[in-house]
């Protein structure tokens, strides 16, 4: 037997799967590079305008973001306020300001600054001028406000959009709500690509914004580190990024389990279903997943809720996608496709009737009973592939 580890929320859950079934566990790839870390972003900011801007800036405010690598993002957050403070910014003029899905009460002590959660209800906005956008965009007002902004957080893959982590940091992380409904809803003649450009643009309007963002790689030891814009940060890292996300298979799997990445990645189902593509990537037609995802916050988003509610058929829902794009519509139509053609077995905190009856999933207790279920429904000889975080891998057929 082979004891697997998944992320599941806060923690980890096992699953053990006989070592004859066992396909593959995919996982990035290892970089094996021993970057110093100190050194690389030292050089990196006193290369740069960084010094000449941190001078004239009455107000510094760097928008921070999630990391598979929270040590390292903590790190990177000191050394980047050293340096602002070394060039004469005082403490009482730096915000360390975190997204709405970023968790600061993990950072550790000693940080210089004023430490805020962005909160997309009730923090105050101000509308981003100059900008040629279909629906209003407003950011929170002291990241606005700066004299100098800066964004500080890891590119990462993502199934839809395909790069997400620093790209969200500025838009929607620090958006309204009523910014981030604009954007995700009714939107005539998109898709998730135009999204993603949405958010880059966005980005890029803004001015003196600047980023120190990095990759990890299977160990999530740091890969690269680099510093600029965000378009010349995305540009610089994305192939890495691909390098170490992309994974070969052998040939797809009758089973496979899954961990969607544990939080924040899990803490909806609405969040989770983003880390399907994965797993079916890896799976047989008629094969089975087996989901592990946390799903704390529930199921998420009400327009999915409601788009899986009505059980039409996926390619109506896909139709209705094409006249007006919503993005959780487009998640609920991608889950009621993989239905048709997986069976999926949900192991979370929801409620079973919500599992069974409105998303059309089973539910499982734990990732161990729901491979014994599987097993009994497509043999003891099925092959069975184990992804123990969904959203850092791209698998492809080798």
């Not at 014994?372 to 092959?383: K, N």
Request: with cysteine.
């Amino acid at each position: 037997m082979v004891e697997v580890w998944l992320p599941y929320g806060a923690s980890e859950i096992p699953v053990g799967v006989p070592e004859e079934r066992l396909q593959d566990i995919l996982r990035p790839r290892t970089r094996n590079s021993k970057l110093d870390v100190t050194a690389e972003v030292t050089r990196l900011l006193k290369s740069s305008n960084l010094p000449d801007l941190a001078r004239k800036a009455g107000q510094v405010c760097i928008g921070i973001g999630t990391s598979s690598n929270q040590h390292l993002l903590n790190e990177l957050t000191k050394q980047l306020v050293q340096e602002l403070t070394s060039n004469g910014v005082p403490d009482s003029s730096i915000t360390l300001l975190y997204t709405y899905d970023a968790s600061n009460n993990e950072m550790s002590g000693g940080l210089s600054g004023i430490r805020v959660a962005h909160n997309v209800q009730t923090s105050p906005t101000t509308a981003l001028d100059g900008l040629n956008a279909e629906f209003s965009v407003a950011l929170n007002s002291a990241f606005l406000g700066a004299d100098l902004k800066l964004a500080l957080g890891e590119l990462r893959p993502h199934h839809f959009f395909g790069l997400a982590g620093l790209t969200n940091i500025v838009f929607p992380g620090l958006a309204s709500a009523d910014s981030r409904r604009g954007h995700l809803l009714n939107r005539k003649g998109k898709a998730a690509s135009d999204l993603y450009e949405e958010r880059i643009n966005i980005a890029n309007a803004i001015p003196n914004l600047l980023a120190l963002s990095y990759a990890v790689d299977a160990d999530l030891s740091p890969a690269q580190i680099v510093f600029g814009t965000i378009p010349e940060c995305v540009a610089a890292l994305r192939g890495i990024t691909e390098e170490i996300s992309s994974t070969n298979i052998r040939k797809p799997a009758d089973i496979v389990v899954m961990s969607s990445g544990g939080a924040p990645l899990d803490e909806s189902l609405a969040r989770a279903v983003e880390t399907f593509p994965a797993a079916v990537a890896a799976c047989k037609r008629d094969g089975a997943l087996i989901v592990a995802a946390e799903c704390t916050s529930g199921h998420g988003g009400g327009e999915f809720y409601d788009w899986c509610a009505e059980h039409k058929e996926p390619r109506y829902l896909e139709t209705r996608l094409r006249h007006s794009y919503t993005y959780e519509g487009f998640k609920a139509a991608y889950l009621q496709r993989t239905l048709q053609n997986h069976r999926i077995y949900l192991v979370s905190t929801l409620a079973d009737y919500y599992t069974e009856r409105i998303f059309g999933m089973r539910s499982a207790r734990t990732v161990n009973s729901a491979l014994q279920t599987a097993l009994r429904a497509l043999g003891s000889d099925s092959a069975i592939t184990v992804i123990p975080d969904a959203s850092r891998v791209v698998p492809k057929l080798a």
